[in-house]
């Protein structure tokens, strides 16, 4: 089983960037899809962007297209979300979740999450 470790949020000004990780620390990761979720106060954790076990096929919501980048690196065990041109409404706590499926992947019914990583973009 994978158990996923995340890092690299913060509060930044909008227009700004950040990096977010997403790591693997048991099983390696490279078998795994993997997706970025965000959750702001008060809604339901929505679908952000979602990567295949061989980096091919990447999707994103549409609020995050031209904008946000996911990529990883099967030999650092690592996935990660660039995040360009910030706005405040991408305030939320971010998650990563990994599964097989790289359908399931892209619901909530993904099999493993990490911890959750805040994302503050001020105005």
């Known amino acids: 089983q994978v158990h996923l470790v995340q890092s690299g949020g913060e509060l930044v000004q909008a227009g700004g960037s950040l990096r977010l990780s997403c790591a693997s620390s048991?099983?390696?990761?490279?078998?795994?899809?993997v997706g970025w979720f965000r959750q702001a106060p008060g809604k339901e954790r929505e679908f952000v962007a979602s990567?295949?076990?061989?980096?091919?096929?990447?999707n994103y919501a549409e609020s995050v297209k031209g904008r946000f980048t996911i990529s990883r690196n099967n030999v650092e065990n690592t996935v990660y979300l660039q995040m360009n041109s910030l706005k405040p409404e991408d305030t939320a706590v971010y998650y990563c979740?990994?599964?097989?499926?790289?359908?399931?992947?892209?619901?909530?019914?993904?099999?493993?999450w990490g911890q959750g990583t805040q994302v503050t973009v001020s105005s």
């Open positions: 990567i295949t076990w061989v980096g091919g096929s990447p």
């Open positions: 979740a990994a599964d097989m499926s790289s359908v399931v992947v892209r619901t909530t019914r993904a099999a493993v």
């Open positions: 048991g099983r390696p990761l490279g078998s795994y899809a």
